[in-house]
C-alpha cells in the first residue's frame, strides 16, 4: 500500500464535515518487553508554502496532536499493568511525506523529541527506533451533533 494512497482516504473523509476528527492508536513494544500505548485525536494541517522574506518554504501536510500514553510496567493499586494514574503526556506529529516521518515529544520528560519513519502496510503505520518496534493506526470518529 503506497502511503499517498493511505492518508487520502481519512484526509478526504475528515474534510467533508467539522463534526469529523481522525482518531490515533499509538502503540510500542520495547526489547525490556515493556509495551505503551497512547490514544488521541489528530489534527490536519494541509501542505502550504511559508514566506519568508523572498524565501518561499514549502511545508509539508501533517497530523498533529497531544495523546496520553500508558506503560505495562506502571500498575495502579490494585496491581493492574497501564496505570491511567501514572500516563504521561506525548506529542505526535505524522508528516505527510512517503515515506511518513514521525516525531514523537515526550511532555511529561522535559520535551525531548525523537523522529523515526514508518511505512504504510496492511492499514496500518509500522516503524521502528532503536530498541522498540511501533505500530500507529488512524481510526474514523464522527463527534456527535
Known amino acids: ?19 469529523r476528527q481522525l482518531w490515533c492508536t499509538f502503540t510500542s513494544n520495547r526489547t525490556s518487553g515493556v509495551c505503551s500505548y497512547a490514544a488521541g485525536s489528530l489534527q490536519f494541517t494541509p501542505a502550504a508554502l511559508d514566506r519568508i522574506g523572498p524565501l518561499v518554504i514549502p511545508r509539508l501536510a501533517t497530523l498533529e496532536g497531544n495523546i496520553s ?5 506502571r500498575r495502579n493499586g490494585a496491581g493492574q499493568n497501564f496505570s491511567g ?6 506529542g505526535l506529529r505524522i ?18 523529541r525523537s523522529s523515526f519513519s514508518v511505512e504504510c502496510r496492511e492499514g ?3 516503524g521502528t527506533m532503536p530498541g522498540t518496534g511501533i505500530v500507529i493506526s488512524l481510526q474514523k470518529r464522527e463527534l456527535p451533533a
Open 95 to 112: 508528516t505527510l511525506s512517503d515515506p511518513p516521518g514521525v516525531r514523537i515529544t515526550l511532555h511529561s520528560w522535559g520535551g525531548a
Open 85 to 90: 494514574d501514572a500516563a504521561d503526556s506525548l
Open 69 to 73: 500514553q500508558v506503560f505495562s510496567d
Open 124 to 126: 496500518v503505520l509500522v
Open 1 to 19: 500500500m503506497s502511503c499517498p494512497s493511505f492518508f487520502k482516504e481519512y484526509i478526504e473523509w475528515v474534510a467533508e464535515s467539522p463534526r
